[in-house]
């Protein structure tokens, strides 16, 4: 069973920093493209960046695009999330997650197995 573990969440001022990691289990984990999306209360899990399997070439949603980066460490099956710059509309719960296909990295029906999630706040 694939399991993709989230941790690092929290409460931050705006103008703070977060990292996020995302550490999974029982897969192959080098043949998945990793992912990060976000969801808002009452708004669409929203794609955030996704980094390819072994060239490390990342993608970023504009809104997050020069503040947060995406990295992995294949030896240990974990996948991260630096934020920085943070801003209180980055408020939402972050979701990890795992998919074959590079069609789309944006979409959430590329991807196969999610996180449960971790809150993140910034407080304004």
């Known amino acids: 069973q694939v399991q993709l573990v989230e941790s690092g969440g929290g409460l931050v001022q705006a103008g703070g920093s977060l990292r996020l990691s995302c550490a999974a289990s029982a897969f192959t984990f080098n043949n998945y493209i990793m992912g990060w999306f976000r969801q808002a209360p009452g708004k669409e899990r929203e794609f955030v960046a996704a980094i390819r399997r072994t060239d490390g070439r990342a993608d970023y949603a504009d809104s997050v695009k020069g503040r947060f980066a995406i990295s992995r460490d294949n030896a240990k099956y974990t996948v991260y999330l630096q934020m920085n710059s943070l801003k209180h509309e980055d408020t939402a719960v972050y979701y990890c997650?795992?998919?074959?296909?590079?069609?789309?990295?944006?979409?959430?029906?590329?991807?196969?197995?999610w996180g449960q999630g971790t809150q993140v706040t910034v407080s304004s």
């Open positions: 997650a795992a998919g074959y296909s590079d069609y789309d990295v944006t979409r959430v029906s590329a991807y196969d197995y």
